[in-house]
Nanobody, 123 residues
Framework: QVQLVESGGGLVQAGGSLRLSCVAS????????MGWFRQAPGKEREFVAA????????YYADSVKGRFTVSGDNAENTVYLQMNSLKPEDTAVYYC????????????????WGQGTQVTVSS
């Protein structure tokens, strides 16, 4: 049983910052990539950012590039999302995700998901 445990999230004013954390664990588990998705009310879930453990490379959605930074600790299967210059349109439930797939899409094929954490950005 794989568990993703998230922390962080909350209420912040526009222009502020938040840092989300997520730990993936299991009896035997080693992810290839870990990432973040978000879903706003009435909208579909969308990809935000991810990190690939093999080389430490990262990938970002255009909407957050330059403002968000994904980082992590491969040994601990832990990923972080540093969110700066937050905008009201960043308001959403943010989900941590992990995949054991070695190659493939940055935005598809994630097998494990966290519970979600609310991020609210006020004007």
């Amino acid at each position: 049983q794989v568990q993703l445990v998230e922390s962080g999230g909350g209420l912040v004013q526009a222009g502020g910052s938040l840092r989300l954390s997520c730990v993936a664990s299991g009896r035997t588990f080693s992810s290839s990539k870990m990432g973040w998705f978000r879903q706003a009310p009435g909208k579909e879930r969308e990809f935000v950012a991810a990190i690939r453990w093999s080389d430490g490379s990262t990938y970002y959605a255009d909407s957050v590039k330059g403002r968000f930074t994904v980082s992590g600790d491969n040994a601990e299967n832990t990923v972080y999302l540093q969110m700066n210059s937050l905008k009201p349109e960043d308001t959403a439930v943010y989900y941590c995700a992990a995949t054991t797939t070695r190659f493939g899409s940055w935005i598809r094929g994630y097998e494990y998901w966290g519970q979600g954490t609310q991020v609210t950005v006020s004007s």
